[in-house]
Nanobody, 126 residues
């Protein structure tokens, strides 16, 4: 079992930056990919970014490419989402997730992720 805890959300003005953190514990060695997703009120959950735990390869949704960067620490138990040039439409609850144990999936399909954090709120006033 993998446990994930996000932190780092908050209120930031448009054009500002935030860095979200995702702390993984438990069977972290079983994680293949960590994904970042977000969900705004009344909207469906959407994929934001993914990072492959082994080599740090990244994959982004088109709407964040060039503004957001996903990374991990050397111990591969902390995962980060650096968000720059934030826009009001980026306001949402952000979640990190880990792929299901035993899978080697690298992408943005939420159904392939089996462990989820509790979420952290990001608010960018218009």
């Amino acid at each position: 079992q993998v446990q994930l805890v996000e932190s780092g959300g908050g209120l930031v003005q448009a054009g500002g930056s935030l860095r979200l953190s995702c702390a993984a514990s438990g069977r972290t060695f079983s994680i293949y990919t960590v994904g970042w997703f977000r969900q705004a009120p009344g909207k469906v959950r959407e994929f934001v970014a993914a990072i492959r735990r082994s080599d740090g390869s990244t994959y982004y949704a088109d709407f964040v490419r060039g503004r957001f960067t996903s990374s991990r620490d050397n111990a591969k138990t902390m995962f980060y989402l650096q968000m720059n040039n934030l826009k009001p439409e980026d306001s949402a609850a952000y979640y990190c997730a880990a792929t299901r144990d035993g899978t080697t999936y690298f992408g943005g399909d939420a159904g392939r992720f089996g462990s989820w954090g509790q979420g952290t709120q990001v608010t960018v006033p218009s």
